[in-house]
């Protein structure tokens, strides 16, 4: 029975190691998410804007929700972030093959952590599994004294 007890104290500390890192797992596939239709959003922009000729008005955000209204002189041309603080500028057709690069490293990043995942949830069900297993173990060890 003292075996028993301490390997279901074993399998709780596996079980909670587990779902811990299965809620950063979660928490970071959401961010990936978010990153990669944020990028997403920029290049249907920038293939809307392709179709654009001269000037035209559009809203440029300034922060809190308020904006400006604002004109588009060069609708040929992007200033793409390309990360560490830097960007560069492109014609829009450079601009979304980069960006399509970009999309396609999120989604593969995020099918990786959905595989990391779905892992970590089978390894939970498996310690619960074992878990349940031993307390039927214990409970059918008891017996009722009259």
């Known amino acids: 029975m003292a075996e028993d007890t301490k390997k279901l104290e074993e399998l709780a500390y596996q079980y909670q190691l587990l779902q811990a890192q299965a809620q950063l797992?979660?928490?970071?596939?959401?961010?990936?998410?978010?990153?990669?239709?944020?990028?997403?959003?920029?290049?249907?922009?920038?293939?809307?804007?392709?179709?654009?000729?001269?000037?035209?008005?559009?809203?440029?955000?300034?922060?809190?929700?308020?904006?400006l209204k604002g004109k588009i002189v060069d609708a040929k041309n992007a200033i793409v972030s390309v990360g560490a603080g830097y960007a560069v500028q492109k014609s829009l057709d450079d601009s979304i093959e980069y960006l399509e690069k970009r999309i396609k490293e999120y989604e593969e990043a995020i099918a990786k952590t959905q595989e990391a995942l779905k892992k970590l949830e089978a390894q939970l069900g498996e310690l619960a599994r074992q878990a349940q297993e031993i307390q039927q173990k214990q409970a059918m060890g008891f017996s009722v004294k009259k």
């Not at 804007?49 to 308020?66: D, Q, R």
């Open 25 to 67: 797992l979660a928490q970071n596939l959401e961010l990936l998410t978010l990153g990669r239709n944020e990028f997403q959003a920029v290049k249907e922009t920038l293939e809307g804007l392709k179709n654009e000729e001269g000037e035209f008005e559009i809203l440029v955000p300034i922060g809190a929700g308020s904006f």
